[in-house]
């Protein structure tokens, strides 16, 4: 067996949650391989809402296996809360969990790294969730991270306390105030709940599950305009969002990967700083904000919102070889009269259609008119019910792309969705 990947070709908040709830039903194993508490995936089904943030999206589908890979960074305390969430709508967390023993652990003194760090870079903030996620990835390849298999070392409380010591020595660069011994009890007490789950060689079960028949299926967190290497550098996240997360954060050889499912929204959205070549800032994009909720599932932030950039998009599907596209929220443009999409950018004067190096340059994006659709898609259930005006921009999309968008989102909920 093969595996599929899953992950978002923007800047993060895509519907990768619903996606993978969506297609959980095909696959007996549905992992996460990089990001970790940063992540909001939100679900939707029988009227009710939920968000995950380190807990893989097919933990509400029995007969599931929930992998947190490698590459996932976890900070014990969400971890909990998560699960005791779920434990309370009847969800058998532990039996629908297991945890690679070689994930990286966040601890309070990484989340106070990064809220000193943001604090000190001032202006030019990267727009961090405060979750620790950065400095929990510096300790990972600075080679002093602590992993989920240590806490079954007896000496898992010196080590914690060393590198609790070599945080609070780092700490002293910054003018920032803080409290050592924040939420450690708490920490202790999520540890000792994480020793009662399934830890495993993540590698190994993944290489097994897939040697046994089974389809797996990678999830992927935030965005490939955030991936450390290709995204908008510095204003990225710590891990490799792209496709290559995926082999690397569960242990999986590339030849192993089949299908690359790419979701992207029907426009764009970015939390966070950095640049965005297409956001709008007039009541344009305000109406984008409030008809697509767009706020954070995570943080809660109103999020900056844009037309469609094709630029971006074509870069990330060029990265993670995409075999299937996946396009969200296109209910949220119904009412609109125009739909713009970005085709290529102007920079220094010139035009071009690649993604500059220079994060600060100036790009202006050129962009090519659709007429809108003005139906609501929300209750369309089949394919030839959809009106030309969309049919029209979805092909335009797949041209430009050479891709296939093999489902169309058409609303939050399960249903509201067309598979072609
Ligand atoms: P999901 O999985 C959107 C953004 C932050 C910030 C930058 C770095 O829900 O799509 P970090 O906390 O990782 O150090 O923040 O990345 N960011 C996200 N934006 N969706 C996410 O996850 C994100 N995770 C991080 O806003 O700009
Ligand atoms: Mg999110």
């Not at 595996?3 to 194993?29: F, H, M, N, S, T």
């Not at 023993?101 to 903030?125: M, V």
């Not at 369309?380 to 050479?402: D, Q, S």
């Not at 968008?405 to 909920?413: K, N, Q, V």
Request: charged share 25%; hydrophobic share 40%.
């Amino acid at each position: 067996m093969k595996l599929d990947v899953v992950l978002g070709l923007q800047w993060g908040d895509e519907g990768k949650g619903k996606i993978v709830d969506v297609l959980a039903g095909r696959y007996p194993v549905i992992a996460r391989f990089q990001g970790g508490p940063n992540a909001g995936h939100s679900l939707h089904f029988d009227n009710t809402n939920f968000v995950l943030h380190t807990i893989p999206s097919g933990i509400f589908r029995e007969n599931t296996m929930n992998v947190i890979g490698n590459g996932v960074v976890i900070d014990p305390i969400i971890f909990k809360e998560e699960c005791d969430k779920l434990t309370a709508l009847g969800v058998p967390v532990k039996e629908r969990i297991c945890i690679s023993q070689k994930a990286h652990l966040i601890l309070p003194t990484h989340k106070i790294i990064d809220a000193a760090s943001e604090a000190a870079k001032g202006k030019s903030k990267i727009g961090s969730t405060l979750k620790g996620i950065g400095p929990t990835y510096m300790d990972k390849t600075g080679r002093n991270g602590l992993r989920v298999g240590d806490i079954l070392a007896a000496d898992f409380p010196t080590r914690f306390q060393n590198l609790k010591e070599k945080h609070i020595a780092l700490l002293k660069q910054y003018d920032f105030e803080y409290d050592a011994q924040a939420n450690e009890a708490a920490w202790m007490e999520a540890i000792d709940y994480l020793r009662t789950f399934n830890l495993v060689d993540g590698e190994y079960y993944i290489n097994d599950a897939l040697r046994s028949g089974k389809a797996i299926l990678a999830e992927g967190a935030q965005g490939s305009m955030l991936d450390i290497d290709f995204g908008s550098y510095p204003f990225v996240t710590s891990s490799n969002t792209t496709c290559s997360g995926a082999c690397s954060g569960l242990g999986v050889a590339p030849s192993s990967v089949k299908n690359v499912y790419g979701i992207f929204k029907a426009y764009c959205t970015r939390v966070g700083s950095g640049p965005f070549p297409t956001e709008l800032f007039d009541e344009t994009g305000e109406r984008l904000r409030k008809l697509g909720h767009e706020f954070g599932a995570t943080t809660g932030r109103a999020r900056r919102t844009g037309w469609l950039d094709l630029v971006a998009l074509k870069y990330a599907i060029m990265l993670n070889g995409v075999t299937d596209l996946i396009m969200m929220k296109s209910d949220v443009l119904d009412s609109f009269e125009t739909i713009r999409v970005a085709t290529a950018y102007r920079v220094n004067g010139e035009i071009v259609d690649h993604v500059p190096f220079d994060t600060y340059a100036e790009v202006e994006p050129i962009y090519k008119d659709f007429r809108g659709w003005q139906t609501d898609l929300t209750n369309i259930r089949h394919e030839e019910e959809l009106p030309t005006a969309f049919r029209e921009y979805v092909e335009f999309l797949e041209k430009e792309t050479g891709v296939p968008i093999r489902i169309i989102s058409l609303g939050p909920d399960r249903d509201q969705t067309i598979i072609r």
